[in-house]
């Protein structure tokens, strides 16, 4: 039998196939187009779970069960996506909804939760007990693993690193409060600082990449105009990865984890990201002096954490 793994994202709709052996088989992608009601997002996740199934070359008799990873709080007593700021879903009933569509069991779980969850059973993670996963993308994600089981917290809401705030009183942000992580280290963030200094640096080498449009900034914009010895890009890029740093030496303060895995979009950029992410932490973290300690490394399963995760959740 195979399982269905569906990582629902701020942006896309990811799906995957995985078989008794780990591997993603089949896989379907659709956009979110969030914010829109919640009916219309589950449409669409059973399309792509169809083409996913039938990109896989199989039916859904074939499939035993199908798992969705869902920014924001689930509750899974009663399968209520209770509060989810980015999709601007509150006390949606998603299970109910999703099994009417899809017509397999449906499990849920935090989006960052079930990519902390695939890179212990299928990545960087195994065979760790205690690790973090953060996910830069649309927001911050962050999934916690303690003594091999996902903190959740007695409301389901528990390991929300991205609103932990780093700035206070700073940036609006749309949990309610101000100065979040996210913020600040989101890939959207990123692509916000970029577009701000390009603004400010008509000079700069970003209008080049963007084709002399602020509008077509991404997140690896700055990246890649530093590269060229763009001294405002480098400002952007330095900056940026200064606001990550703040959080994850947050996460290693409270957890001090075996490891701290990074992933997202942003990830890509290996260790360009990681080596002066690294050397931040080794500054700031509150156990300098430890003979041991966390190991900050890059997710291996890149964009598929969240769906081997969400694919494994009912084991």
């Known amino acids: 039998m195979y399982r269905i793994g569906v990582d629902l994202g701020g942006t896309n709709i990811a799906v995957g196939v995985v078989n008794e052996e780990l591997k993603i088989i089949g896989r379907g992608k659709v956009k979110t187009k969030a914010p829109r009601p919640a009916a219309e997002i589950f449409d669409d996740i059973a399309l792509a779970v169809q083409m996913a199934v039938k990109d896989a070359g199989i039916s859904m008799d074939d499939v035993k069960s199908v798992g969705v990873g869902t920014p924001g709080s689930v509750n899974k007593n009663n399968g209520y996506i209770e509060f989810s700021n980015n999709l601007e879903f509150?006390?949606?009933?998603?299970?109910?909804?999703?099994?009417?569509?899809?017509?397999?069991?449906?499990?849920?779980?935090?989006?960052?939760?079930c990519a902390a969850l695939g890179e212990a059973i299928?990545?960087?993670?195994?065979?760790?007990?205690?690790?973090?996963?953060?996910?830069?993308?649309?927001?911050?994600?962050s999934?916690?693993?303690?003594?091999?089981?996902?903190?959740?917290?007695?409301?389901?809401?528990?390991?929300?690193?991205?609103?932990?705030?780093?700035?206070?009183?700073?940036?609006?942000?749309?949990?309610?409060?101000?100065g979040c992580w996210e913020q600040y280290a989101s890939a959207t963030a990123l692509i916000a600082q970029t577009k701000e200094a390009m603004l400010e640096n008509k000079d700069s080498k970003m209008w080049q990449l963007c084709n002399g449009s602020v509008d077509n900034a991404s997140g690896r914009t700055a990246f890649d105009a530093m590269r060229l010895g763009d001294e405002a890009a480098q400002k952007v890029v330095d900056n940026?990865?200064?606001?990550?740093?703040?959080?994850?030496?947050?996460?290693?303060?409270?957890?001090q984890p075996e490891f701290v895995c990074v992933g997202g979009g942003v990830s890509h950029e290996g260790e360009t990201l990681l080596a002066p992410l690294r050397k931040h932490i080794e500054d700031e973290r509150y156990s300098i002096y430890a003979s041991e300690q966390t190991k900050v490394v890059a997710a291996e399963l890149g964009n598929d954490a969240g769906i081997f995760g969400a694919a494994l959740l009912d084991e």
């Open 143 to 178: 999934g916690i693993i303690v003594n091999g089981k996902i903190v959740s917290g007695v409301n389901f809401a528990g390991g929300e690193m991205g609103h932990t705030v780093i700035m206070v009183n700073g940036k609006q942000c749309n949990c309610g409060r101000k």
């Open 240 to 255: 940026y990865i200064y606001y990550v740093a703040v959080g994850v030496t947050n996460i290693i303060n409270t957890f």
């Open 122 to 141: 299928a990545g960087v993670g195994k065979g760790v007990g205690n690790f973090v996963a953060v996910t830069l993308g649309t927001g911050v994600g």
């Open 90 to 113: 509150n006390q949606v009933p998603a299970k109910e909804m999703l099994e009417e569509r899809i017509g397999k069991p449906i499990y849920l779980e935090n989006d960052a939760n």
